[in-house]
């Protein structure tokens, strides 16, 4: 059973940059860098978002909404994947979510491919 957390949301102003995390743990002796794990964003009436990804092997990917303004990244040894936006736009305002598909030894990902043990969120906010 896997577990994710994500943390980091925050009010901000436009233009502005935020790193969101999402802490990994299990029951199991395998780590973050056997799975695949992913972000998606759900903002206010509208449906969820499929925003970015990180594979077992390091491979990412991202929607074409945030490409060159989010930034996903792993630091194994903290069992955490980050994800950093940058200019922070007032259409970038939802609950972030992070999930996980255990997939070792990929060297990419998809954001479109199904995941699983979402947690519970972290909302973001973006306005002046």
């Known amino acids: 059973q896997v577990q994710l957390v994500e943390s980091g949301g925050d009010s901000v102003q436009p233009g502005g940059s935020l790193t969101l995390s999402c802490a990994f743990s299990?029951?199991?002796?395998?780590?973050?860098?056997?799975?695949?794990i992913a972000w998606s964003r759900q903002a206010p009436e509208k449906e969820r978002e499929a925003i970015s990804c990180?594979?077992?092997?390091?491979?990412?990917d991202y929607a074409d909404s945030v490409k060159g303004r989010f930034t996903i990244s792993r630091d194994t040894a903290e069992s955490t994947v980050y994800l950093r936006i940058d200019n922070l736009k007032p259409e970038d305002t939802a609950v972030y979510y992070c999930?996980?598909?255990?997939?070792?030894?990929?060297?990419?990902?998809?954001?479109?491919?199904?995941?699983?043990?979402w947690g519970q969120g972290t909302l973001v906010t973006v306005s002046s």
């Open positions: 999930g996980a598909v255990w997939n070792p030894g990929s060297p990419v990902c998809s954001i479109l491919r199904p995941y699983y043990d």
């Open positions: 299990t029951s199991s002796r395998h780590t973050v860098q056997f799975y695949t």
């Open positions: 990180i594979s077992s092997g390091g491979g990412t």
